[in-house]
């Protein structure tokens, strides 16, 4: 069966990615219409629109996979992508879709169900022999049993979900005094986010560097990857920037770490597009961390460096080609960067500030490529990420990448909501990163300031102040300050004063 009408399964800027290379392919892709984005920029890029918009039901749409397959059987879509985030690894999901004979674009159940579980992943991890933390080799059933797993294998130790991904469900315990409450914290969180409390303890690797593999394999059995991406610049375990190829790698250690990520895949003969993440340490020992059974949201940077579309690659893998390239035919070329551009306000500890985007401006040029989702008009909702733009740029090596990403920067202006860019512009300045001497503790250890204020912002700032000092002090019409009875001025008055400064 040859796929050709694809229900994406998903919404905002992975939505367009998808539905771009569909497009280039001659697949027909059908969106869903909800209520919380009637009007979303990814519906304008869809052959079809499912109207969603009257489900008054708790579960969104993305989450519900009876409604899902329900859509897909309706619009004669017959097969599914599900991106990333929601049910992209869900393995229920995926058997649902070949229970109603609707192709799964992503891999098999049995991959996602083994991967997916943090505890059985280790134990395949372990039976290659894999490097790995030290760590319990089940979930742990309460805190108590979770502090006499920490005594044996010595602090700090790390908590994590057994479900988990993308940084949810995951605490950091030091001494024993914290536990309970790390451990509570933890399941609760793993259980909001993944349906599942179950949590598992290993040692914590101090300052490392978070490297990744990209992963390709076909249903004959073969599987390649793609290179590695430095995923260090996170806060919180969220990432923030990702770069490709990474600067702590040599070409040795590529090949040893990218035979290891070969290996755990195939492992559970695995197909269509995936990631094997490690820990890198100071001495440049690595450690399996964990697989995701997804297209990432990092994806462009491989894609900038190998020339290889991964969407693509996912479509036809699922269609049952077999795979073009071998090892061998992987060449990187160059250097690529992505900053996630998010509405958060850097100031307020990366706080989400939701927001209508009144204007949008994303800079054009050979060695830029912007990934979005929204436009001028569009509005970033509580409900969902915060993500506004990927902003990926390329450069022949990593201090050209940085130079034409300083400058790409400075021409993207978002008006409306608050955005991550001032960090992002403080980031490409920093002498630390632009050596590439940074591990995932950067954020919280090496920065005193988390935002970058250009000259020209300073003497705009200090203009309007001044502009507004002269017509409220010195014109003819101006409200007169009484520094006498100043401590009587009118509520109003004081709050007008204290917004316009």
Known sequence: MKIKRILIANRGEIAVRIMKTAKLMKIETVAVQTAV???????????????????????PVFLDIEKLIAIALKTNANAIHPGYGFLAENAYFAQKCIDNKIIFIGPSPDAIYKMGNKTIARKIAMAGGIPMAMGHEGNIANEEEAVLVAEKIGYPVIIKAASGGGGRGMRIVRKSEEMEKMFIIASKEAEKSFNDPSVFVEKYIENPKHIEFQILGDTKGNVIHLGERECSIQRKHQKLLEEAPSSALDKKLREKMGKMAVQIAKAVDYHSAGTVEFLLDSEKNFYFMEMNTRIQVEHPVTEIITGIDLIEQQIRI?????????????????????????????????????????????????????????QAGSSIVASYDSMIAKLIVKGKDRKEAIKNCKMALDKVWIKGTKTTLPFFRMLMRHPKFQDGNFTTAFIEKDLEKFYFNSEYE????????????????????SINIDFKNGKDMSPWLLNKRINQF
């Open 37 to 59: 984005e009637p009007n979303a920029m990814y519906l304008s890029s869809a052959d079809v629109i499912y109207d969603n918009t009257e489900d008054n039901s708790e579960i």
């Open 318 to 374: 699922a269609n049952g080609e077999e795979l073009k390239f071998k090892q061998s035919d992987i060449k990187l070329s160059g250097w690529a960067i992505e900053c996630r551009i998010n509405a958060e306000d850097v100031q307020a500890g990366f706080a989400p500030d939701p927001g209508k985007i009144v204007s949008l401006n994303m800079p054009s040029a050979p060695c830029v490529r912007v990934d979005t989702g929204v």
């Open 458 to 477: 300073e003497m705009l700032a200090a203009w309007l102040a001044t502009k507004l000092f002269v017509e409220e002090n010195l014109n003819d019409d």
